[in-house]
T-cell receptor, first 110, second 114 residues
Framework: SQQGEEDPQALSIQEGENATMNCSYK?????LQWYRQNSGRGLVHLIL?????REKHSGRLRVTLDTSKKSSSLLITASRAADTASYFC??????????FGAGTTVTVRA | DAGVTQSPTHLIKTRGQQVTLRCSPI?????VSWYQQVLGQGPQFIFQ???????GRGNFPDRFSARQFPNYSSELNVNALLLGDSALYLC?????????????FGPGTRLTVL
């Protein structure tokens, strides 16, 4: 079973709008990561947030982490067509295993 | 530096056959992990290797095996293929001693079992 679950499963937005997706997980973690995947190809690491951090920024990305609620959110601001992809959260299940959710598919319309 | 490379890109096999997938990590990255991604789902952890030793194994049958070579490249072997083994197989490299920090993924090998 997967540790994390993303919500929503799919998201369609207009270019220039913001996209927000959420991740919930079940057990305590050391870190949580977000990855992007284009068209069934390899995953690209976006951002890692550690359990003692609450918010992190990277370019147009903003990630928050609420360990009390066991949840995280990824915000993409001013979306572009190139942001069309599937986004996955991953939590460290133990010392060596990353557990991925089923992902959120984001479509950015021109 | 080149990224993580995987070969082959695509592969078609029939049930019962055996397959070997290959991965070359980024130079200096000594830890390699393998994931299986079935269509519509997130990647599922199969193995992690560090310095040629298996560090961990996911919930996969013994038909799945792997090894890591002195140059840190890795092979994933799957025996007695089933239709359900059809998936994208991803290799990821991690700097340092591996673990669960940032993973650098290869483009994957798409395996189709007929």
């Amino acid at each position: 079973s997967q540790q994390g679950e993303e919500d929503p499963q799919a998201l369609s937005i207009q270019e220039g709008e913001n996209a927000t997706m959420n991740c919930s997980y079940k057990t305590s973690i050391n870190n949580l990561q977000w990855y992007r995947q284009n068209s069934g190809r390899g995953l690209v690491h976006l951002i890692l947030i550690r359990s003692n951090e609450r918010e992190k920024h990277s370019g147009r990305l903003r990630v928050t982490l609420d360990t009390s609620k066991k949840s995280s959110s990824l915000l993409i601001t001013a979306s572009r067509a190139a942001d069309t992809a599937s986004y996955f959260c991953a939590t460290d299940y133990n010392d060596y295993k990353l557990s991925f959710g089923a992902g959120t598919t984001v479509t950015v319309r021109a | 530096d080149a990224g993580v490379t995987q070969s082959p890109t695509h592969l078609i096999k029939t049930r019962g056959q055996q397959v070997t997938l290959r991965c070359s990590p980024i130079s200096g990255h000594k830890s390699v992990s393998w994931y299986q991604q079935v269509l519509g789902q997130g990647p599922q952890f199969i193995f992690q290797y560090y310095e040629k030793e298996e560090r961990g194994r996911g919930n996969f049958p013994d038909r799945f095996s792997a090894r890591q070579f002195p140059n840190y490249s890795s092979e994933l072997n799957v025996n007695a293929l089933l239709l359900g083994d059809s998936a994208l197989y991803l290799c990821a490299a991690t700097p340092g001693q591996g673990g669960t920090d940032t993973q650098y993924f290869g483009p994957g090998t798409r395996l189709t079992v007929l």
